[in-house]
């Protein structure tokens, strides 16, 4: 079913309609999530609000880009719980390791350990960016999206988003710059 049926029939009230959309668009969420989050527990709960959030608000669509529309739902939780977490502060014992997504059989212990490093660098590389140069970098770098979609996620102009992006790609250069030894 195309995913314009499947929102007409989302915002009719059908739940089966928009189990279809979460399962197209739940990975993209959750990785952004994990990704402005940095720990899988709060990215999953940020997930859960972003799309119940857009099913209670399905109404409100009013066409354009599904995506962009949901990640911006998704951005908007991820800082809900930002904030949530800034009043209570505490330390998780279970951090995540952003692992690549690679066969261990197929690579040398060594090249495995030197890969996980390089992905905890960036992890904590994108976890150093202010949230606004973040959310630009993951959306367009990670996600994919254009311009004019990260525009309409960030609810900013086209400028904006070019600068984010342009300035958190030069902070994220500096701070892997500085750690030379982990880059291939």
Do not use: H
């Amino acid at each position: 079913m195309e995913e314009g049926d499947l929102i007409l029939r989302s915002k009719d009230g059908d739940l089966d309609a928009f189990n279809q959309l979460v399962e197209k668009y739940q990975r993209q969420v959750y990785n952004l999530a994990l990704r402005m989050l940095g720990e899988a527990p709060a990215a999953e709960d940020a997930t859960q609000e972003a799309f119940l959030s857009a099913f209670r608000g399905i109404g409100k669509f009013r066409g354009g880009s599904f995506r962009a529309w949901l990640l911006r739902i998704a951005a908007n939780a991820c800082r809900d719980q930002q904030r949530f977490w800034r009043r209570r502060p505490t330390i998780s014992l279970d951090a995540l390791i952003l692992e690549p997504e690679v066969d261990r059989d197929a690579q040398s212990p060594e090249d495995y350990a030197v890969r996980r490093e390089l992905g905890e660098k960036i992890a904590n590389a994108l976890a150093a960016l202010p949230t606004d140069q973040r959310l630009a970098v993951i959306l367009y770098d990670i996600e994919g999206l254009s311009y004019e979609e990260i525009a309409r996620v960030m609810n900013s102009s086209l400028g904006t988003v070019r600068s984010r992006l342009s300035r958190g790609r030069a902070r994220l250069r500096l701070y892997l710059g500085q750690r030379m030894e982990l880059l291939p």
